[in-house]
DNA sequence: ACATTCAGACTACAAATGTAAACATAACGT
DNA sequence: ACGTTATGTTTACATTTGTAGTCTGAATGT
């Protein structure tokens, strides 16, 4: 799953104000470099070159693609959000739990951050799991 | 609960090079700079002086207390880990998952990296949270 | 055709991080 | 008392990140 080529450069890693503006294209894609930052720039308060650069590194990651557009570029994302949000989170898992996730779990029961909604999903996926 | 003061100076965000330093201390504590490295240098392929750079950050960012022992320090955590670990994770559910816990748990699921032993607890929790 | 404009590319620069060497100083053996 | 050693402190330096300014060239309006 995931990854077409087999090429499997090791990707390089994302800063958090790169994933900002991932998580933008994620949502929307392609969009221009004007676009991301109509969505973006208010709430994290940014300049378009502040975008324009973040854009960049994220193409020099290998991250999004560009298609030429007229004069400009349209961006998109390569790298899945799936294998993102994957990555990222077993490195944390990893990191802080020794690779085990019920220890997060427990954690995150206790400091209330499951609300019930949580709790019934949970139990579904649960009991997909056991199927 | 945690943190007893009511100081509450923003907790200077922790490297992931100082978060090694802090689990060899939250294994054991006090230890010293050396006993940290005999603990951490061969996996890090790390030097004395990187051990002592890292401490000396930490004590500076208030996450260790250093006491006397004769010549050299003896370094405590004043951080606990699950005050640390709590931040990291609300902060990952936060950046990844709209701060809901349930579709970290859905990823965590598709990638296999729950194991049955995770599923068994993760269930025993969800019926300590309902009671 | 020519000036204006708008896009991306290049450059900049401070702070944080990873990694470590050099320095100073206090204790200890002899 | 003195050199050696063990420790912490200071300094160093490359890389990454956050944030943005400047440059250059092509499209566009007139």
Same mark, same amino acid.
């Given at each position: ?11 390089e890693r994302i800063s958090?104000a790169e994933h900002?503006v991932m ?11 004007? %676009?991301?930052? %109509? ?11 502040t975008v324009k650069t973040l854009l960049a590194r994220l193409v020099s990651k290998g991250a999004l ?14 790298? /899945? ?8 989170? =077993? ?20 400091? /209330? ?7 019934? %999903?949970?139990? =579904?996926?649960?009991? /997909?799991?056991?199927?």
């Open positions: 799953m995931s990854s077409g080529t087999g090429i499997d450069k090791a990707p958090e900002a998580e933008v294209l994620w949502h929307r894609a392609p969009q221009t470099a004007v %676009e991301v930052c %109509e969505n973006l720039c208010d709430a994290r308060d940014w300049s378009i070159p693609a560009t298609q030429p557009d007229g004069r400009r570029f349209l961006y998109t994302p390569l790298l /899945e959000r799936s294998d993102y949000v994957g990555t990222e989170s =077993r490195r944390l898992v990893d990191r802080l739990f020794g690779g085990r996730a019920a220890p997060l779990f427990a954690h995150l029961a206790q400091s /209330e951050a499951l609300s019930a909604q949580d709790i019934a %999903e949970i139990e =579904r996926l649960l009991a /997909e799991l056991k199927k």
